[in-house]
């Protein structure tokens, strides 16, 4: 079974950084791409970022880019969203997902559209406040 488990989430300092992890089983990991999506309270989720497993090219929202990096390490079949200089607005449960059908997607092209995603992980809460 694709299993998907994102940890890392926590209480932060705003300005502060955190790591999450999203530990990918059951599938083939280079064969797919792994998205991060954040729900803040009482909004819908958002796509943050996106990696292709197979050659670590990545794509990330616009309102994402600069604080947040994506990343993969293939041995430990797991993918990183590190998250600086975080404000309280980054607040929410952060889920990861991952798609076959994703694996290759065009760089020019959104793939964060929640809804092509096959495979959830269960959230990690950030909470960024003083």
């Known amino acids: 079974d694709v299993q998907l488990q994102a940890s890392g989430g926590g209480l932060v300092q705003p300005g502060g950084s955190l790591r999450l992890s999203c530990l990918a089983s059951?599938?083939?990991?280079?064969?797919?791409?792994v998205a991060w999506f954040r729900q803040a309270p009482g909004k819908e989720r958002e796509g943050v970022a996106c990696?292709?497993?197979?050659?670590?090219?990545?794509y990330y929202a616009d309102s994402m880019k600069g604080r947040f990096t994506i990343s993969k390490n293939n041995a430990k079949k797991t993918v990183y969203l590190q998250m600086d200089s975080l404000k309280p607005e980054d607040t929410g449960v952060y889920y990861c997902?991952?798609?076959?059908?994703?694996?290759?997607?065009?760089?020019?092209?959104?793939?964060?559209?929640?809804?092509?995603?096959?495979?959830w992980g269960k959230g990690t809460l950030v909470t960024v406040s003083s």
């Open positions: 997902a991952a798609d076959f059908l994703l694996a290759n997607f065009d760089l020019g092209s959104n793939p964060l559209y929640e809804y092509d995603y096959d495979y």
């Open positions: 059951g599938f083939t990991f280079n064969d797919y791409a």
């Open positions: 990696i292709r497993n197979s050659d670590g090219n990545t």
